[in-house]
Structure formats: C-alpha cells, structure tokens
C-alpha cells in the first residue's frame, strides 16, 4: 500500500477517534515510525506529508537521519538510549520520548548545548519486559530532573502491552493521562508536561481518546518490511 494511502486512513481515523472524544486533529501529531523500512519508503513518507520521524535504535535514526537531514522533518528518538550512544544523538534529535533514567538525564544534560525536549518513559502496565519508570516514581523523578539544566520535559510517553482487550488498553493510556495532568499541574518550569507520547498501529484510536498528542505509527503507514 502507498503511503499516502495509508495516511489517509489514519487521519480518517484519526477524526473519528477526535469526534468520539471532543479534541481537535490538530492537536495529534504523527511520528511516521521507519524503523522497518527503507530509505525509499521513508523518502515516500516524508513526500505523503509526515513532518514527524521516529527511530528506535542508533544505526537507523542515523542512517535516516544523514540521508533527510535537510528535508524540514523532526527527529525523534523512542528506543531505549544508551548513556555513552546520547553523544551521537544529540544534536540530531529534537525529542528523545525514551527518558527513564538518572544516569540518561545526567548524560543528555552533559552533553547537550541547549536543552532538550525529553519524554519521559513510564511503564504503566507493569509487564516486567517494558522499560520506563513505575508510575509512582515519576513525580520523584521529574523533580530531580530540575537540577538539569537542558533536560525540558515536554510530557510522558508508554508504551502499552500486545493485547487485544481494548478497555484494558484504555486502562493504561488513562493512567499516563493522570500522571500528566498531576505534574502539569504543578506547573514546573524545567518540566511543562503538557504532551503525552501514546498510541501505536494497533492502538492509537484509543490513544487518542484518552488525550494522546504525539502517536507513533509504523505498521500501519508505512508497513514493516
Ligand atoms: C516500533 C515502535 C513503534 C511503532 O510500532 P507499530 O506497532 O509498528 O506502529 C512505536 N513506538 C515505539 C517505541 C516503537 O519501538
């Protein structure tokens, strides 16, 4: 399928799921997710109109990223981020949605020159095979985060287990969404919060209903192989 094809259908959906929750489209930003894919089919993305890439491993955000990097597209990490790999991103990225870590905040904060939009990572489900921060350690956490400088975070990114039980799965979404508005409201200025990182192909209808701003999408745009 074309990507533009693709695209066309989610941003149906993508409406539906607004409608469904009162929220406007324009509040939901796409992260075309080209970890499966081609330098081709990512040229294809951008071309479809995604201004939003994401890259869940080193190799291959740097791969697209030399290639695009003068195409206006904004980079996003979302994989798990080494401490000693944050040197080779830093100045490439403009989000890092993977933020779950001291040690990571220490080194994004030691080697950025300016700060950096960070979502932090929060393991809602609590399936012991998924990275981020348990929920009630995120205030903590966000606090200590003040003392750096160039780490700004912008809001709270899961990622929410393989199942098919949609209600569950809007468990966990609303759970995130909670969090959020907890530390927004509390108004940090190193720590805005206002976005939430939700949603993938199989889930991101829900996402939205329960407040998703940023969804990132790969199967589903731009196929997986
Ligand atoms: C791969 C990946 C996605 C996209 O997954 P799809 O189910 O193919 O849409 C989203 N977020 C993260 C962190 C990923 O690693």
């Keep these: ?74 980079w996003h990490f979302i994989g798990t981020l080494q401490s000693r ?16 870590r001291s040690s990571l905040a220490k080194e994004i904060n030691k080697r950025a020159s300016n700060p950096v939009a960070c979502f932090v990572q929060v393991n809602v489900s609590g399936e012991k095979t998924k990275h981020g921060l348990e929920p009630e350690k995120v205030l903590p956490f966000i606090e200590e985060l003040k003392k750096y400088e160039n780490v700004y975070v912008v809001g709270l990114m899961t990622m929410a287990p ?11 979404f609303r759970k995130l969404r909670e969090i959020r508005d907890e530390i927004a409201s509390k108004q940090y200025s190193h720590a805005p ?28 745009l731009v196929g997986s192989n």
């Design 1 to 74: 399928m074309e990507v533009a094809t693709n695209l066309a259908t989610i941003k149906d959906k993508i409406k539906h799921a607004c409608e469904r929750s009162s929220r406007n489209p324009e509040d939901i930003n796409i992260i075309g997710v080209t970890k499966y894919v081609t330098i081709e089919r990512t040229k294809e993305t951008i071309d479809a109109g995604i201004t939003n890439l994401g890259e869940n491993r080193l190799e291959g955000f740097l791969e697209k990223h030399n290639h695009f990097k003068q195409e206006s597209v904004k």
């Design 85 to 100: 790999k944050v040197k080779d991103v830093i100045d490439k990225v403009d989000a890092i949605h993977s933020l779950d």
């Design 162 to 172: 393989h199942i098919d039980d949609k209600e569950k799965l809007r468990t966990f």
């Design 193 to 220: 919060c206002n976005y939430l990182s939700m949603g993938m192909s199989n889930d991101y209808e829900i996402a939205i209903e329960e407040g998703a701003t940023h969804i990132r999408i790969g199967s589903k």
